[in-house]
């Protein structure tokens, strides 16, 4: 199957149940939001945070010893600065469709050129015959497909209980394949073996 093949072949009544999974489908599964934020900062930003760090903790001890100015000029850093450039990472990065898929329950799809995460949105339509009656909203899952080419990925890395799939620029995102994701650990394997295969070095 090819990501151009996404839609025809929906198993809507399998895909239904978050935790089926096959050679192709992973199980539903996210990202979770401290986890993604350590990402974010590990992956963009560690070297201004780590320069920002160092500069406010020497701003401290010399304001403490020299000139209270350096206090100062340390409070800064940590109330103004550092915020900006946490701001500015989740602005341009965490809200990339290159990263916040992994943030959202979704499903991976593994195709011949690439792959895709299937989005669940969850989406509630309320019935005032049923809401006037105390029945409680009816909840639907609407499903939404983003599509990542082999060709735009960099070798993933492994971690500890997962592997992170880097996107090349301009995307600059990453795909989160947590070590659980498949059922079988073979199909894990497997799409690793393919990524492999198919990706270069960024």
């Given at each position: 199957m090819k990501l151009s093949d996404l839609e025809t072949c929906r198993h809507d009544d399998l895909e239904l149940n978050p935790e089926w999974s096959d050679s192709s489908h992973s199980r539903v599964f996210k990202m979770s939001a401290g986890r993604f934020a350590t990402e974010l900062l590990f992956r963009y930003?560690?070297?201004?945070?780590?320069?920002?760090?160092?500069?406010?903790?020497?701003?401290?001890?010399?304001?403490?010893?020299?000139d209270l100015r350096w206090l100062v000029a340390a409070l800064l850093i940590i109330c103004i600065v550092l915020p900006m450039v946490l701001g500015f990472l989740y602005y341009f990065y965490?809200?990339?469709?290159?990263?916040?898929v992994n943030t959202?329950?979704?499903?991976?799809?593994v195709c011949e050129d690439g792959i895709?995460?299937?989005?669940?949105?969850?989406?509630?339509?309320?019935d005032s015959r049923q809401h006037m009656a105390g029945v409680s909203d009816k909840s639907e899952i609407r499903f939404r497909d983003e599509v990542f080419p082999f060709s735009k990925m960099a070798r993933f890395i492994i971690g500890k209980d997962s592997a992170i799939v880097p996107l090349k620029k301009p995307a600059s995102g990453f795909l989160w394949i947590?070590?659980?994701?498949?059922?079988?650990?073979?199909?894990?394997?497997?799409?690793?073996?393919?990524?492999d295969e198919k990706t270069e070095y960024a």
């Amino acid at each position: 199957m090819k990501l151009s093949d996404l839609e025809t072949c929906r198993h809507d009544d399998l895909e239904l149940n978050p935790e089926w999974s096959d050679s192709s489908h992973s199980r539903v599964f996210k990202m979770s939001a401290g986890r993604f934020a350590t990402e974010l900062l590990f992956r963009y930003a560690w070297i201004w945070l780590l320069s920002l760090s160092l500069f406010a903790v020497a701003g401290i001890v010399l304001g403490v010893t020299v000139d209270l100015r350096w206090l100062v000029a340390a409070l800064l850093i940590i109330c103004i600065v550092l915020p900006m450039v946490l701001g500015f990472l989740y602005y341009f990065y965490g809200l990339r469709k290159e990263c916040f898929v992994n943030t959202v329950p979704h499903r991976l799809i593994v195709c011949e050129d690439g792959i895709a995460c299937r989005l669940w949105i969850k989406e509630t339509k309320e019935d005032s015959r049923q809401h006037m009656a105390g029945v409680s909203d009816k909840s639907e899952i609407r499903f939404r497909d983003e599509v990542f080419p082999f060709s735009k990925m960099a070798r993933f890395i492994i971690g500890k209980d997962s592997a992170i799939v880097p996107l090349k620029k301009p995307a600059s995102g990453f795909l989160w394949i947590p070590a659980d994701s498949f059922a079988d650990a073979g199909n894990l394997s497997l799409l690793l073996q393919k990524l492999d295969e198919k990706t270069e070095y960024a």
